[in-house]
Nanobody, 115 residues
Framework: QVQLVESGGGLVQPGGSLRLSCAAS????????MGWYRQAPGKQRELVAT???????NYADSVKGRFTISRDNAKNTVFLQMNSLKPEDTAVYYC?????????WGQGTQVTVSS
């Protein structure tokens, strides 16, 4: 049974930081492209960042320089370090794993940036 379980969301003030984690089980994690996506109320889900099996990263323009994606293949976990958070970063953040035609999503974790 495949599971992607996100954690680390919460309420943070503008300018603050959060670190999201996504623990995977039931997949050969090191082979998967892992990504973080987010969906704000009334908006479509959008890409935040991805990291390939080889460690190459890609970021949405809106988070470049503020967010960092990384992975620990020994722990089957992908991380998203979020710094200098803005109110517009408020959304449900989802973890996604892709390998060939296999695509898996986590259940999401809420991030709220507000004073």
């Amino acid at each position: 049974q495949v599971q992607l379980v996100e954690s680390g969301g919460g309420l943070v003030q503008p300018g603050g930081s959060l670190r999201l984690s996504c623990a995977a089980s039931g997949i050969t994690f090191s082979s998967y492209v892992m990504g973080w996506y987010r969906q704000a109320p009334g908006k479509q889900r959008e890409l935040v960042a991805t990291v390939t099996s080889g460690g190459s990263t890609n970021y949405a323009d809106s988070v470049k320089g503020r967010f960092t994606i990384s992975r620990d293949n020994a722990k089957n976990t992908v991380f998203l370090q979020m710094n200098s958070l803005k109110p517009e970063d408020t959304a449900v953040y989802y973890c996604k794993g892709v390998y060939s035609f296999y695509v898996y999503w986590g259940q999401g974790t809420q991030v709220t940036v507000s004073s």
